[in-house]
């Protein structure tokens, strides 16, 4: 879809005040991203359980605190903008208890080796699971093969451990009331392939503040014990140590000052709590790698960004939505926000894709052609929530050039939600995710550092960085050539659909229907045009205005006869 790249001059000086280029800030960001800074960040954030509040979380939020000591950031004393370079970590009170997991093991009796053990699945015990007694319980394990709730209720439950192959957080209900002691379920999408990856689980939670406790197994694991339970009375004895205490929410956001506009900023969210490898410690380490340099090309003058370039790693969504909600003023400055999550797959292990999630276009309602959703799954997408704008199609020219460069596969799927970027577009703020689907590991204890790919952080942090410094300095020059990047696309676009759209009516389907399909991204990328006119720091002419203008009239042109075409 996108063909081709921009070299638009842009207004931001080296130390000889010449003007940099989007192809100088590939040539910086490629010399100075250091993809094993990212790597070791990310290893020592996957070491831990993270939940907010709980000592990994906080471990890692001060882990890069360090980084950004270190690169040159100086904490905040007043205000974020009271020196170039800032830090600040927000600390909030919580209002439920924290938790972390110690660890668990479940031993069949008259076994010589635990069924699971925490030091192989630490997703076993789902988040707000209590602790059993010390010295562990010991009870006979009722297997229900199907779940007949009419029937269930006519089991002896009482002070036994519950056992289906299902998720156990539906069967805690039953359990509670019948006096059962502890329920272990099982519960792994299709797309993990379980039986191929038989030691995945992918974590879980339950309610908090239940004295029953719930634990999580794997398909060999399951399979196991559901084979010892059809020979006969089978007993377990189960230990878990977890820890559930009072504790405060840490976030911390850095920011680089904007020249001229300070109050108008590029928010990179990159979340800290899960426990994998890939999600999120890859994001986590990836964006304290793009602010370690940010900070090292400033104080070098090798960049001097117009406006404000903010870097936020917190709680997912929540911080995001926080950081957005919480100050109208600052909201109203933030011109686009970039979330990293999942970004470090080494995609020949985990079989996932390096994806650029779009902002709402058609392609969420009309998904066809070679557009397609991933597992997660499709949102719920209509007309009235379509959300144009060059954002789209200029950070997908940025990744695909770098994709060119570096022989990295640069995919791109319709909007899905479930990150960081969701709060930006509630809030009606452009906002992109950078991540990897479909992924076999995805939310399972096999997601760690062996499946992070150095390689891919440094592919995505050069694409992300490269488009940041872009946007934030953007003069006249950069948004015409924009104009051209995006009339192209839409043109193309527009010509793709037109194909699908024949073969459609050619099908049976109505050929208003399809006119329709048509016409709907003609608007969406005229009004995806219009946005550029706000792109530059300054407008110094009516240059963009008439080159959109211009454009525009060829895309209704194009529209018009596509239409007409179709009858």
């Given at each position: ?70 690169a040159g950031f100086v904490e905040q004393k007043q ?377 891919e952080m440094k592919n995505v942090g050069i694409s ?104």
């Amino acid at each position: 879809m996108k063909t081709k790249i921009f070299t638009g001059l842009l207004l931001v000086g080296f130390s000889s005040y010449a003007q940099n280029t989007t192809e100088q800030y590939f040539k910086l960001t490629r010399a100075g991203f250091k993809e094993n800074n990212a790597y070791e960040t990310t290893a020592f954030v996957e070491k831990f359980f993270r939940v907010p509040g709980n000592t990994g979380f906080n471990a890692s939020i001060r882990n890069v605190e360090g980084i950004l000591k270190k690169a040159g950031f100086v904490e905040q004393k007043q205000n974020e903008f009271e020196a170039p370079l800032t830090y600040r970590i927000e600390k909030r009170a919580m209002k439920n208890k924290t938790w972390e997991p110690i660890n668990a093991s479940i031993e069949i009796l008259g076994t010589a080796q635990p069924l699971i053990s925490f030091k192989t699945n630490r997703n076993m015990i789902p988040i707000n699971c209590v602790s059993t007694p010390a010295e562990g319980v010991t009870a006979d394990v009722v297997f229900i093969d199907k779940i007949v709730p009419a029937e269930m209720e006519k089991l002896d439950l009482k002070g036994k451990i519950l056992f289906s192959e299902s998720n156990p957080s539906r069967l805690l209900p039953t359990a509670v009331k019948a006096g059962a002691i502890g329920v272990l379920g099982y519960s792994m999408p299709k797309y993990t392939q379980p039986e191929v990856h038989q030691t995945s689980i992918q974590f879980g939670s339950m309610r908090a503040n239940s004295e029953v406790w719930t634990l999580l197994l794997s398909y060999s694991a399951k399979e196991k014990l559901k084979a010892e339970c059809k020979k006969g009375t089978t007993k377990l004895k189960v230990n878990i140590e977890t820890k559930i205490y009072q504790s405060e929410e840490l976030t911390v956001v850095a920011n680089v000052k904007g020249s001229e506009k300070a109050d108008e900023r590029f928010v990179f969210s990159a979340h800290v709590q899960e426990p994998g490898a890939n999600d999120n410690a890859s994001g986590v380490g990836t964006l304290a790698e793009m602010a370690r340099l940010t900070a090292e090309l400033y104080q070098a003058k090798k960049i001097i960004p117009k406006r404000t370039l903010t870097f936020l790693w917190g709680d997912e969504i929540v911080s995001t939505r926080r950081y957005i909600t919480e100050d109208t003023a600052r909201a109203k400055g933030i011109l686009w926000g970039m979330s990293l999550d999942m970004v470090g797959e080494d995609t020949k292990k985990t079989g996932g894709s390096f994806l650029i999630e779009k902002m709402p276009d058609p392609s969420a309602i009309w998904t066809r052609g070679t557009d397609k959703h991933t597992e997660w799954g499709a949102g719920d997408v209509k007309e009235k929530d379509l959300f144009p704008h060059y954002f789209n199609d200029f950070i997908f020219d940025i990744c695909k050039s770098q994709g060119k460069f570096a022989n990295w596969t640069v995919n791109y799927n319709p909007f899905e939600g479930g990150s960081d970027h969701t709060p930006f577009l509630q809030a009606k703020i452009p906002g992109l995710l950078m991540w990897h689907f479909t992924d076999v590991f995805y939310h399972t204890d096999n997601d760690r550092i062996d499946k992070v790919s150095p390689t891919e952080m440094k592919n995505v942090g050069i694409s992300a960085l490269t488009a940041a410094y872009s946007l934030i300095s953007a003069d006249e020059n950069m948004a015409s050539k924009t104009v051209t990047q995006v009339k192209l696309d839409a043109l193309t676009r527009l010509k793709t659909e037109f194909e699908l759209s024949k073969k459609a009516i050619a099908a049976g389907k109505p050929v208003a229907d399809e006119q329709h399909i048509i016409e709907t991204w003609s608007k969406w990328y005229i009004d995806a045009l219009a946005t550029i006119n706000k792109m530059p720091v300054k407008a110094e002419t009516t240059r963009i205005g008439s080159s959109i203008k211009v454009a525009t009239l060829e895309l209704e042109k194009q529209t018009k006869a596509y239409v007409e075409a179709l009858k």
